[in-house]
């Protein structure tokens, strides 16, 4: 689950440079780095860097906020027919949150998985994503499972949070902040979204790693070691609700529906880019599109690390950072040996 990688572009080049790791078949540079935002002393430069990469240029992430304003704006805004509970508005929510995420997993399975677009060009994993019959996953196969657990309990319970937040909203509960009410504020909110989120994920992350809750809920994600777009919103519902539960903060901030459809698509897509399993699309010879999310690659991997995302450093200072190398590997697999024999 996270969210967007943070990593420098790759260079366009034919030659696609060697992982440097044996376990994988690429990597970015090691060790893998955080966003700039806890950096001290404080580089404005690299900052701004990130900022005009990640947020003002084309991105995941600017493409997520594309999004929030086209449909907070435009699409669907709230209006006073969301002051009470219809199916007419709802059914369009949930219909407009089914086609969302099926373009952007879909889309990205049928470009890495289903046409072999760009073969294993920018690929973490160097085995094949498993196609095979296995028992372990509903239906047989991991792509139908995936689909299964996104669709049928992730949608409707990204809806329902949505549809409350719409409820509140239009009857004022929550008061609407507007750009003219104070224009930093609104533009700030994003970043400090994403931050929050960044948070809020690796405490929920860390409690569903405890294995008695890990057994029941956060095993359903996690049978995905190999994963692809479809195994980011893939999990127990359980872990939905807690994981969507990081919009409550919104609750308590000043904010408009469109920043509340911002984290909403930064969860709900973000997942699907950050387990496509490639670094970025690559077409043509370039690097087009940062997608993937090594960071979170690794925990799919080794399990007991990495639980927060690259947008701050939570692992670090909480001592469950890997960074990709070798020495990291073993400190985690040691980490996972106490933890399991404790219980
Ligand atoms: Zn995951
Ligand atoms: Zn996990």
């Known amino acids: 689950m996270t969210i967007a ?22 990597h970015p540079e090691l060790p893998i780095k955080y966003a700039p935002f806890a950096i001290w002393p404080p580089q404005p430069v690299v900052f701004m860097k990130w900022v005009w990469t ?19 704006f435009w699409l669907q805004p709230v209006t006073n027919a969301q002051v009470v509970f219809s199916l007419d508005w709802m059914g369009m929510v949930l219909l407009r949150n089914l086609v969302l995420l099926s ?40 792509t139908w499972d995936n689909m299964f657990y996104s669709l049928v ?19 004022d509960t929550l008061a609407t902040f507007s750009f003219s009410q104070g224009w930093l504020w609104f533009i700030l909110l994003f970043p400090l979204l994403a931050l929050w989120q960044s948070l809020h994920f690796y405490v929920i992350h860390r409690l569903v790693h405890w294995p008695p809750i890990y057994r029941h809920v956060h095993s359903v994600h996690h049978r995905n070691v190999n994963t692809g777009p479809w195994s980011g919103m893939s999990m127990h519902p359980v872990e939905h609700m807690l994981y969507i539960s990081a919009l409550l903060i919104l609750l308590i901030l000043p904010s408009h529906p469109v920043h ?10 973000g997942a699907a880019s950050s387990h496509s399993g490639y670094e ?28 927060g995302n690259s947008e701050m450093p939570w692992d670090k200072w909480f001592g469950s950072f890997h960074d990709g190398s070798e020495e990291a590997t073993k400190t985690t697999r040691d980490r996972k040996r106490k933890m399991h024999a404790k219980l």
């Open 103 to 142: 373009t952007v997993a879909g889309g990205l399975h049928f470009w890495f998985y289903g046409i072999d677009g760009q073969g294993k060009r920018l690929k973490f994993d160097p085995r094949p994503m498993s196609a095979r019959k296995n028992a372990l996953y509903k239906f047989g196969y991991q």
């Open 5 to 26: 990688d943070t990593s420098p572009p790759p260079v366009d080049t034919k030659d696609e440079p060697a992982a440097m790791s044996r376990e994988w078949h690429w």
């Open 260 to 269: 509340m459809l911002f984290l909403t698509y930064w969860l709900m897509l």
């Open 153 to 171: 309990s992730g949608v409707p319970i990204v809806t329902a949070y949505e549809v409350g937040f719409r409820w509140l909203y239009a009857n």
């Open 54 to 72: 990640n947020y003002l240029q084309v991105s995941d992430r600017s493409m997520f906020l594309a999004l929030a304003f086209f449909v907070a």
């Open 280 to 307: 970025a699309i690559w077409v043509k010879d370039k690097s087009r599109l940062l997608i993937g999310a090594f960071f979170h690659q690794l925990h799919h991997r080794y399990y007991e690390c990495n639980y």
